[in-house]
C-alpha cells in the first residue's frame, strides 16, 4: 500500500519542472528540454506517472533515469507513488535531441585557441586497410600546399600509420605523472607540401 500524505498532490506542471533536474548522462542535458519527458499525470491521492520516452527501446541509461526520475518526482510533498511509462523517441524527436544537446555542449564549451573559423575533416571508416590515413596525409598536404596551417591526428591507438607517412620519428614528449601529452610545436614540412606550405602534427 502506498503511504498516505496529508500534503495537497502536486500539479503536472510542478512534476514537470522537477524532471528539468534529471539529466540524460550520455546526452548530458535534462530531459525536459531534450524532449524525452513527454508529460506526467496526478491522481487525487499523490499517485503520479511520468511519460519517458528514451533515444532507444534498449538504452542502457534507463535504469539511471528511472532511479533519478522516481527520486526526484517523490519529494515533492503530496506524492503517495511514482509511476513511469516507457516509450521510444521518433526519428525526428531523436534528431532535435541530439541536435540540442551538441548545442548545449558547444555553449557550455571551455575556451580554447582555436580559433572559430578552424575547420575539422574526419576521415573514418568501419573497415581497416581501405586508405583513411592515405587519404588524410595527401588532404593534409593538399591543403599545406595552399598555405593553411594543418593540423592532423591520427586516432588509431594500435594501427597509427600517419608519423610514418609524415617521416615523424621519435616519441611524443610528456609527464609521466599527470599522463599528458606535451604540446609538439614543431612544424615539419613534407615535399608534398609544396614551396610555402607548413603541416602540424
Same mark, same amino acid.
Do not use: F, H
Given at each position: 500500500? #502506498?503511504? !498516505? ?7 503536472? =506542471?510542478?512534476? !514537470?519542472? @522537477?524532471?528539468?533536474?534529471? /539529466?540524460?548522462?550520455? @546526452? ?8 524525452? $519527458? ?8 499523490? +499517485? ?5 520516452? @528514451? ?7 534507463? $535504469? %539511471?533515469? %528511472? ?21 521510444? @523517441?521518433?526519428?525526428? =524527436?531523436?534528431?532535435? #535531441? ?14 580554447? %585557441? /582555436? ?24 588532404? $593534409? ?5 595552399? +598555405? ?16 610514418? !607517412?609524415? +617521416?615523424?620519428? +621519435? ?5 609521466? #605523472?599527470?599522463?599528458? /601529452?606535451?604540446?609538439? =610545436? ?6 608534398? $607540401? ?8
Amino acid at each position: 500500500m #502506498a503511504p !498516505m500524505s496529508s500534503a495537497t498532490p502536486p500539479t503536472p =506542471e510542478a512534476v !514537470m519542472g @522537477l524532471l528539468r533536474g534529471v /539529466i540524460d548522462p550520455e @546526452l548530458g542535458s535534462d530531459i525536459v528540454e531534450l524532449g524525452m $519527458a513527454k508529460g506526467a499525470t496526478v491522481a487525487p491521492d499523490g +499517485g503520479v506517472r511520468v511519460r519517458i520516452s @528514451l533515444t532507444t527501446a534498449g538504452c542502457p541509461l534507463r $535504469a %539511471q533515469i %528511472q532511479k533519478d526520475v522516481k527520486a526526484r518526482v517523490a519529494s515533492l510533498p503530496g506524492v503517495t507513488s511514482v509511476g513511469i511509462d516507457w516509450g521510444e @523517441l521518433t526519428q525526428d =524527436e531523436k534528431a532535435a #535531441a541530439m541536435a540540442k544537446a551538441r548545442w548545449n555542449k558547444a555553449e557550455s564549451a571551455p575556451e580554447t %585557441q /582555436i580559433p572559430p573559423t578552424a575547420k575539422v575533416i574526419m576521415i573514418a571508416s568501419g573497415k581497416g586497410g581501405v586508405g583513411k590515413s592515405s587519404i588524410s596525409v595527401n588532404v $593534409a598536404a593538399g591543403l599545406a600546399a595552399r +598555405g593553411y596551417t594543418v593540423g592532423v591526428l591520427d586516432a588509431d591507438i594500435w594501427g597509427y600509420s600517419v608519423p610514418r !607517412m609524415l +617521416g615523424v620519428t +621519435g616519441r611524443l614528449g610528456g609527464d609521466p #605523472a599527470t599522463k599528458k /601529452i606535451s604540446p609538439l =610545436e614543431r612544424r615539419i614540412e613534407p615535399s608534398a $607540401a609544396g614551396p610555402g606550405g607548413t603541416l602540424r602534427v
